[in-house]
Each structure stands twice: as C-alpha cells, then as structure tokens.
C-alpha cells in the first residue's frame, strides 16, 4: 500500500469519551451516515487477546486492568487501517489516542501522510451513569465495579487532557451523551455537518493548525442547528 495523502473531501473523526459514554455506538453510526470507516482501537486490541497474537499477549493484562496499553503497540496496530480508511474516505477512530502524549505522536505520524484527524467530538455522561452502562454490559470477571471506575480513573487523568489539546488544534464538538442513543447520534451529525462545511483554515485540519491559521470555535449541544 502506498502511503499517498488521503482525499480532499475525506473526512476523518475522533470520538472522545470515558469508558461506558457510547463511543463505539455513535461511531457505528457516524460511521454508515457519512460511508466511512469505523475503526475500533479496542475491538482491535480484543481480537489481537482472543487469537494470542504477539500484540494479544503483551497487552492482555493491561487491559484487563484497565491500564493504558504502550503507545507504540497502538500505533503500530493502528497504522494501516488507518492509512486504508483514509484513502477510501474517512475514518471514525474510537479508543485513540487516550493522551496528550499519544494525540501528539499521532499528529506527527499522521500529520505527515496527510491523515490527521479533522474533527474531535466528546461524549460527556455523568460517572454513575457511566458505572451503571459498564454493569450492564459487563463481558468478564475483570468487568467489577472497582476495575470500571478505575478506568474512569485513569480516563480523568489521562485521556480528559485532550479535550483542550484538540480543542487548540481541531474543531471539538460537545454533545451530551447521557441521552437516548438517536438523540445523541442527531446531535452529532448535524455539527458535523456544519463542520465540513466550514472553509479548510476553520475545519480544523493539522496542516492549517500547524501553519499557524485561527484557531476553530468549539461547538457545542447549546449552538447545533437545526436540522
């Protein structure tokens, strides 16, 4: 595969969120609205764990405890979906970058091919819902309620920093994710919408951001338009 520059009109999203706050639906559904591709850093890690590969064994108890896997697996893990994605229209990327270190690695390896992330939407949903969601769907002995909010934990110190980093760099889109499913999915196409509509310097690309353009309004649930 070569790595050309993807598409102008490729549009490549980032879901932000604690563990429990639906990134993995909305992705799915963003994902059918605009024909792009989903890719699920966590289902990936899953696969990797259930088929003992190389990667599965060195971060199979990390996970299970809810600590972050090393950055260089992800990235090396993530690279060629998401070089394909990027080439065949977009991407959705669920579960990565989960800190400022990781958001900044990927800017440059990213950045660099012309696939960087455009847009950053949070899902922000209260701790005991999130608690309540993660219970329900428990999938193993690990899944106890001292592990899940650990990892809300670990979102808190880790991965909530982002929010300002991309909001510096990208377009952040605010939604609140503690409503029913459609209702969220709504919200979030619509500023997307509006987004990609937006000239490239107010779109949030990397290159604009890095040569130094205005740096984009963060849009929230409160300013989306009516559909």
């Known amino acids: 595969m070569t790595m050309q520059s993807a598409a102008p009109r490729a549009k490549r999203i980032l879901m932000v969120g604690a563990p429990g706050a639906g990134k993995g639906t909305q992705a799915d559904a963003i994902a059918k609205q605009f024909g792009i591709t989903h890719i699920a850093s ?11 590969t190389t990667i599965g064994r060195t971060v199979e108890d990390l996970v299970n405890k809810g600590e972050l896997v090393p950055d ?7 690279r060629k979906p998401v070089l394909a994605a990027a080439d065949t229209g977009g991407y959705v990327l669920d579960g990565f970058p989960r800190t400022v270190e990781q958001a900044e690695a990927a800017y440059r390896t990213a ?12 899902l922000e949903v209260p701790e005991e819902e999130l608690i309540r969601r993660m219970l329900a769907r428990a999938r193993g002995a690990d899944d106890t309620e001292d ?12 991965t909530r920093p982002l929010l300002e980093y991309y909001a510096q760099r990208e377009l952040l889109v605010q939604v609140n994710g ?4 459609a209702e969220v999915t709504w ?6 919408q509006r987004a990609f509509k937006r000239p490239a310097t107010q779109a949030g690309s990397h290159a604009g951001a890095h040569a130094g353009t205005a740096r984009p309004a963060t849009t929230s649930d409160s300013d989306k338009a009516v559909a």
Request: zero cysteines; glycine letters at 8%.
């Open 42 to 52: 966590g289902d990936i890690l899953r696969r990797h764990i259930a088929e003992a």
């Open 72 to 78: 260089a697996v992800i990235m090396d893990m993530l």
């Open 111 to 122: 950045g660099n091919l012309g696939v960087g992330v455009q847009i950053a939407v949070h």
């Open 147 to 158: 592990v899940i909010r650990h990892r809300i934990k670990v979102y808190e110190e880790k």
């Open 178 to 181: 503690a409503r029913p499913v």
């Open 187 to 192: 919200s979030i196409v619509v500023q997307l």
